[in-house]
């Protein structure tokens, strides 16, 4: 008998219907297991939110009103809409964004007086850590979603950008990995990258999305960058050493 | 409200600001509970309350009536919240280690008390999930804020996130246990 994914469990626990909840009214197991965690569930109670009175909308308004008054509403041509911020101008923007902010760090860089207790290289290290370890969890996300998805459906416009978003945070870490002489980190990195380009860019049809999916399996992809995500994890973890790789 | 609101969405699509207020002064606490309980701050709040109807305002065009008003809204607040929490540090970079070491004080289970213990003891595990919660990526913590706070099913947090319904009950797990293993290592996981 096969009892319930970890994914499935909570959601169950949640009361959300799943092909697997008629597993669950049959296995005693499962129930068990369901009812830990609907109890553990029940436990998170959050913190009050602050509340706001009534006139609180009028406030909301009072701030927003002179921001929209240089700002027409952008009517809708020919039924399509076209509002700031998606599609290709996002991308645009992004890179403008980028570039405004590496020449203000220049600027600031040059200019601003020297901190006089700056962050301790453990500190830095640690922020990096889980900088990468987040990335490489949100990589395995987006692979799991492609190797999960009906090879028919072409690759839905988000996940494209998502990838194209991340092939281009793993190129500056797959850098500094090669540039700190990690070679098994960044051919690591090197393999995620190829697979997160094809992904934003490529497998426009069902078999090259097969093929993609053969080669991340082949390659074992998801599964080297798994076993990365842990040691950064452990590395994020464990208390400071000098100059140990993530690989050590 | 859905038809009020329709009404008043029709105009202010034909630049009737007035029209526009309504919907903001309709909203806004609704937008604010589901901001503050995304970034767990108020000032970070009211910067997506703010963001959220400004975004709003400059994209009518693009609501085309499908889904509610308020659903519209509440997607683009929750993606707005997610900017706000990319543009922090990140994910446990800012982990309150003092908060942890104040925490100290292990509670097995708040299932062994009564009355005025058991409050003790849910005040204890939201003052620790608080904390725990910054352990989470910003698409985790969002995925988690409307699963179990404001109670939405997993298909609609894929749609409000812009994500597959795989990658929604991916992050809703990953959070949940997250939560779990940070709260255990704070004393605080029910048995």
């Known amino acids: 008998m096969r009892h319930i994914g970890d994914e499935d469990l909570i959601l169950i626990a949640y009361g959300e219907e799943t092909p697997a909840s008629r597993h669950v009214k049959a296995c005693p197991r499962c129930r068990t297991r369901v009812a830990r965690m609907s109890e553990f569930l029940a436990s998170l109670e959050e ?5 706001r009175d009534e006139n609180y909308g009028r406030e909301v308004w009072k701030k927003l ?73 949100r990589s395995q996300t987006v692979l799991l979603d492609f190797v999960n998805a009906d090879p028919a459906a072409d690759i839905p416009a988000g996940d ?41 860019h490529g497998a426009a049809t069902a078999d090259a999305r097969t093929a993609l999916r053969r080669r991340i399996d082949s390659e074992e992809v998801l599964f080297k960058v798994r076993v990365l995500e842990a040691r950064v994890r452990a590395r994020e973890q464990a208390p400071p050493a000098a100059g140990k790789s993530v690989t050590s | ?69 308020g659903t519209w809204l509440h997607r683009i607040a929750a993606n707005c919240a997610i900017d706000v929490l990319r543009r922090r540090a990140p994910a446990g970079a800012s982990f309150p280690l003092e908060a942890v070491e104040a925490a100290g004080s292990s509670v097995e289970t708040g299932a062994a008390f009564g009355g005025p213990e058991r ?49 929604a009950k991916n992050c809703v797990f990953r959070a949940v246990s997250k939560l779990r293993r940070e709260l255990t290592v704070l004393g605080a996981e029910t048995p």
């Open chain 1, 47 to 51: 913190t009050p939110v602050p509340e």
């Open chain 1, 65 to 137: 009103a002179p921001r929209l008054t240089q700002m027409p509403v952008r009517r809708p041509l020919f039924g399509l809409g076209f509002g700031l911020g998606f599609g290709p101008s996002r991308n645009l923007f992004r890179l403008a964004a980028v570039a405004a902010l590496v020449a203000v760090a220049f600027l600031v860089g040059r200019s601003w007086p020297r901190r006089p207790e700056p962050l301790s290289a453990s500190v830095r290290e640690r922020i990096l850590l889980s900088a990468v370890g987040d990335h490489l969890e």
């Open chain 1, 160 to 200: 494209r950008r998502r990838a194209g978003e991340l092939a281009a945070d793993n190129r500056l870490i797959r850098q500094t990995a090669s540039t700190a002489g990690d070679a098994a980190v960044a051919s690591v990195l090197d393999d995620l990258e190829r697979v997160l380009l094809e992904l934003a």
């Open chain 2, 1 to 69: 409200m859905a038809g009020i609101d329709a009404a008043a969405v029709t105009r202010a699509r034909t630049g009737d600001r007035e029209a526009f207020r309504e919907l903001v002064e309709r909203h806004s606490r609704h937008i604010f509970r589901l901001a503050y309980r995304m970034t767990g701050n108020e000032e970070d709040a009211e910067d997506v309350v703010q963001e959220t109807f400004l975004r709003a305002y400059k994209s009518l065009a693009r609501f085309e009536g499908h889904a509610e008003f």
């Open chain 2, 119 to 167: 409050d003790l003891f849910a005040a204890d595990v939201r003052r620790k999930l608080a904390a725990s919660m910054e352990a989470l990526t910003p698409m985790e913590r969002a995925a988690f804020v409307l699963r179990h706070f404001e109670g939405k099913p997993v298909a609609e947090i894929a749609r409000a996130l812009d994500i597959r319904l795989g990658a």
